[in-house]
């Protein structure tokens, strides 16, 4: 019976990491292959790459936290490690048939939580800290892309550009050396872009992996040590992203028309930040849901250029909008000073009200619905 569940344990912690390969590579490398700048084979290859080693470095500090902070090591018995898998992959499924990217991270620790307060052993404490960040990292992310929207945007979409010219990047002859047509701007341009990608990949690596091997690791019973652990997440992860992350990268490449690179690659370096930071805290958070909020905060920020940061607070200024993160109309040298009605902004919303309020819905769904199926789960069934 023991190896029979351990199998499936182990089945259901793949079949997590391959559903993470395939959404986080396009999160990550959309922008880069958008912008023709890698190939959909390259970037599952660095994302593999890189995620493996996000999950092998900071990862362990959340597989720790996931795997017996919360709850005491001795409450995960392989039927409760493969139960909490099994609320992972469900709420993966859920977010796949409504099209809502749910947060993995807090899916996981709502079904740990649950089990923790079944048993009487939740470790209050951690809660509150994982749960504080869940609230203080999106507030972060918002601000900090606000600012740089405000005051740094226009500046950097100056000089930030990416030309591509015809025929090879490189040539070998037999030393690499700039291609006929390549500036370096572009290839400075070009490697910054793969770079960025490769960063958000290791955070994305680096938050997930206990997703799918946490509960798993922390089970006496299943005899799973920490880096064969990460080896199975990586493998997962990489096979998904050779595989149904195809399609998310055609999609979130051909959907970033209206997202310029400069504002995807700004998300990228906050969002990625932000959440590698918390990974090596060990704290289980969403890269998605930090990601929404830059773009939100950037645009926001884009926006109110055109007013004081008085009548921004208070409403007054223009509404967000995809026009505020699209280069200006005027192709100036100058950048008009904060306050001054420099371009018009359309009312074409950046994010519709209607789908945001879904999300952020089951944002907050997901991991609340997780908590309380596997509270009643483990106490009144698996008792």
Not at 59 to 85: C, D, H, Q
């Amino acid at each position: 019976m023991v190896e029979i569940l351990l199998v499936v344990g182990l089945a259901v912690a793949a079949f997590v990491g391959f559903n993470i390969g395939g959404s986080s590579t396009g999160v990550a490398f959309g922008p880069a292959v958008g912008s023709d700048v890698v190939g959909k084979l390259a970037a599952a290859g660095l994302m593999t790459g890189f995620a493996l080693l996000g999950g092998w470095t900071v990862g362990r500090e959340v597989i720790e936290t996931m795997g017996g902070k919360i709850v005491p090591r001795s409450e995960f018995t392989l039927v409760a490690s493969v139960a909490v898998l099994f609320f992972v992959g469900t709420a993966l499924l859920i977010s796949n048939t409504f099209g809502v990217p749910a947060s993995t991270s807090m899916t996981a620790v709502g079904a740990i939580a649950g089990l923790g307060v079944a048993t009487g052993t939740l470790n209050a404490e951690v809660m509150l800290e994982i749960v504080s960040w869940w609230i203080v990292a999106p507030v972060i992310a918002f601000w900090l892309c606000a600012v740089i929207g405000r005051y740094l945007y226009p500046y950097l979409e100056r000089h930030f550009t990416i030309d591509q010219s015809d025929g090879a990047l490189l040539e070998f002859d037999p030393l690499p050396r700039l291609g006929p047509d390549t500036t370096p701007r572009e290839f400075g341009g070009t490697v910054l872009v793969v770079l960025i990608a490769c960063y958000m990949a290791f955070s994305a690596g680096a938050s997930n992996t206990a997703n799918a091997v946490a509960p798993l690791i922390g089970s006496e019973e299943a005899g799973l040590s920490v880096e064969a652990g990460i080896l199975l997440a990586g493998g997962a992860i990489g096979l998904g992203a050779f595989t149904i992350a195809r399609r998310t990268l055609d999609t979130v490449g051909n959907d970033l028309t209206d997202l310029p690179i400069l504002a995807a690659l700004i998300v990228e370096v906050v969002s990625a930040s932000l959440i590698s930071l918390l990974s090596a805290l060990g704290v289980p958070a969403s890269l998605a849901v930090s990601a929404t909020m830059c773009i939100v905060g950037l645009g926001w920020g884009r926006a109110t250029r055109t007013v004081t940061i008085g009548e921004a607070l208070r409403g007054e200024g223009p509404a967000v909008s995809v026009d505020a993160l699209a280069p200006e109309a005027e192709e100036s040298d100058d950048v008009p000073e904060v306050g001054e009605a420099d371009f018009e902004i359309r009312a074409a919303d950046l994010f519709d009200p209607n789908a945001t309020g879904r999300v952020i819905f089951f944002w907050m769904l997901t991991p609340a619905v997780s908590a309380t199926a596997s509270f009643l789960l483990f106490r009144y069934l698996l008792v």
